[in-house]
């Protein structure tokens, strides 16, 4: 198996090649190091390991890297609403034109897995499942929702919804909110929380990987489907999580504020079972993430968290 991985230099694509290396299969990432980063130096002992800096807008480039891979998962992405404003056109350029040309260069017998965020889900009273409607509170959400739309237009393409990941990767990531959060109970011994009831949904990195793998063994069973990847008893507001990581660092101080609002309006609980249903299964616990976030955010904080952050 040859896999294309574009963006894999980020947080998720440092950890997932990882994996596919040991497997045994063949994993070339385009990337152009946009935050300089060194997440990838760990690859450098497998031989079947390949790295190309470039950008994903370089039609010619990635056009002859289709054509020589068995599986593709464009990863290369604007992320978050933060990120998506400061740069609105590079957002609609990668998050959704990068993916409608990988769709219409690709040969039914190539395999297509892209991941795409329960942030497009909005807020909702109802249990969400993969037939809930969108409602997309930002551009990122939007630009995720487009490229959906056209993988599943083809019936090679597999979609994954991701609840909000955390936990570590060679290419940490402290913005994200369980991330944050035992970063700043850390560092600050404190969290401010705005609306602290809206609830998320939340995911190991490790299992986020293991789930890619997943969709390689599993294609044919899952081609052409989408599916919500999260873990099932964590779907917690923010107050909860907060009083979660208090659990390992007692010297946490929470506060509720009532008189602002958070930017980011996500409330909802998901549903995860169909993917439960075809045999998948989460290994990694939220208590376990926040134990390895507890124990590599020294390393972090020694570099001033700049190398740290997308936003």
Not at 211 to 234: H, R, Y
């Amino acid at each position: 198996m040859k896999v294309l991985i574009t963006g894999g230099a980020g947080y998720l694509g440092s950890t997932l090649a990882g994996h596919l290396l040991q497997r045994g299969m063949t994993v070339t990432i385009l990337d152009n190091l946009i935050y300089k980063q060194l997440s990838l130096l760990h690859l450098s002992i497998f031989p079947n390991f390949n790295f190309i800096k470039g950008d994903v807008r370089d039609r010619p480039l990635l056009l002859e890297l289709l054509a020589n891979h068995d599986c593709i998962i464009p990863l290369a992405a604007i992320v978050g609403m933060p990120a998506c404003l400061e740069n609105k056109q590079a957002a609609k350029e990668i998050n959704y034109e990068q993916i409608k040309f990988i769709v219409e260069n690709l040969s039914l017998d190539q395999i297509l897995i892209i991941p795409n965020t329960n942030s497009q889900y909005g807020s909702s009273d109802s249990i969400i499942t993969e037939q809930s409607p969108f409602n997309p509170l930002s551009l990122y959400a939007e630009t995720k929702c487009m490229a959906e739309a056209v993988v599943l237009e083809k019936s090679n393409g597999i979609v994954l919804r991701l609840a909000t990941v955390f936990g570590p990767s060679p290419r940490m990531r402290q913005d994200l909110l369980v991330n944050d959060f035992v970063y700043k109970a850390l560092v600050d011994q404190y969290l401010v929380l705005f609306e602290s009831h809206f609830k998320r949904n939340y995911i190991h990195i490790q299992d986020i990987a293991r789930t890619f793998e997943f969709m390689i063994d599993n294609v044919t069973a899952c081609k052409g489907q989408v599916f919500n990847v999260g873990l099932s008893n964590a779907n917690l507001s923010k107050l909860e999580l907060a009083l979660k990581i208090k659990e390992f660092l007692p010297n946490l101080v929470i506060e509720q504020n009532n008189f602002k609002e958070d930017f980011d309006k996500r409330n909802y609980i998901v549903s995860n079972a169909k993917l439960e249903k075809q045999g998948w299964c989460p290994i990694y616990t939220l208590d376990q993430g926040i134990k390895q976030l507890i124990q590599i955010y020294p390393l972090v904080i020694s570099h001033n968290n700049r190398n740290f952050t997308n936003l």
